[in-house]
T-cell receptor
Framework: SQQGEEDPQALSIQEGENATMNCSYK?????LQWYRQNSGRGLVHLIL?????REKHSGRLRVTLDTSKKSSSLLITASRAADTASYFC??????????FGGGTRLMVKP | DGGITQSPKYLFRKEGQNVTLSCEQN?????MYWYRQDPGQGLRLIYY???????QKGDIAEGYSVSREKKESFPLTVTSAQKNPTAFYLC??????????????FGPGTRLTVL
């Protein structure tokens, strides 16, 4: 079974809107990472948040982590058509062995 | 260019055949990983290697084998024992599997189809 589960499974928004994706996990973690995957391609690392951090920013990305609720969220502000992709959370609970969730498929309509 | 390359991009296999997927990196990373991705799903870990000449089974190793004879290379063999091998295979590397908080760098993937 997968450690992380993303919600929603699919999200469709208009360009300029914000997109929020959520990730829940089951066990204690060292860190949580978010990755992006364009259709049929490899994954690209977006951001890493450690278990002792609560919020992290990178450009238009904002990630939060609530270890008491075992959940994380990824916010993409002012979305662009080029943000259309699948987004995965991955939990690091086993010395850099990542466990991936099922992903959120984001579509940004121009 | 530094990065991870995988070949071939598409691979077709007849039932009963073994096939080998190539993964090469020039990032000087110690750790390398193989994942399997089924349509609409996340990634599942097949095998990983923290150092040359050492590798460990991941969550779904049955029907697969690997070798790590060189730091830059981590080939994956899909054997005939793998009952449902049609999937997208991704290779990744990181600086060290023992240092916490390492991001993984991914190759472009190989799409394997069993005919």
């Amino acid at each position: 079974s997968q450690q992380g589960e993303e919600d929603p499974q699919a999200l469709s928004i208009q360009e300029g809107e914000n997109a929020t994706m959520n990730c829940s996990y089951k066990t204690s973690i060292n860190n949580l990472q978010w990755y992006r995957q364009n259709s049929g391609r490899g994954l690209v690392h977006l951001i890493l948040i450690r278990s002792n951090e609560r919020e992290k920013h990178s450009g238009r990305l904002r990630v939060t982590l609530d270890t008491s609720k075992k959940s994380s969220s990824l916010l993409i502000t002012a979305s662009r058509a080029a943000d259309t992709a699948s987004y995965f959370c991955a939990t690091d609970a086993r010395q850099n062995m990542l466990t991936f969730g099922g992903g959120t498929r984001l579509m940004v309509k121009p | 260019d530094g990065g991870i390359t995988q070949s071939p991009k598409y691979l077709f296999r007849k039932e009963g055949q073994n096939v080998t997927l190539s993964c090469e990196q020039n990032l000087n990373h110690d750790a390398m990983y193989w994942y399997r991705q089924d349509p609409g799903q996340g990634l599942r870990l097949i095998y990983y290697s923290q150092i040359v000449n050492d590798f460990q089974k991941g969550d779904i190793a049955e029907g697969y084998s690997v070798s790590r004879e060189k730091k830059e290379s981590f080939p994956l063999t899909v054997t005939s024992a793998q009952k449902n091998p049609t999937a997208f295979y991704l290779c990744a590397s990181s600086t060290s599997a023992k240092r916490q908080g390492s991001e993984q760098f991914f190759g472009p993937g190989t799409r394997l189809t069993v005919l």
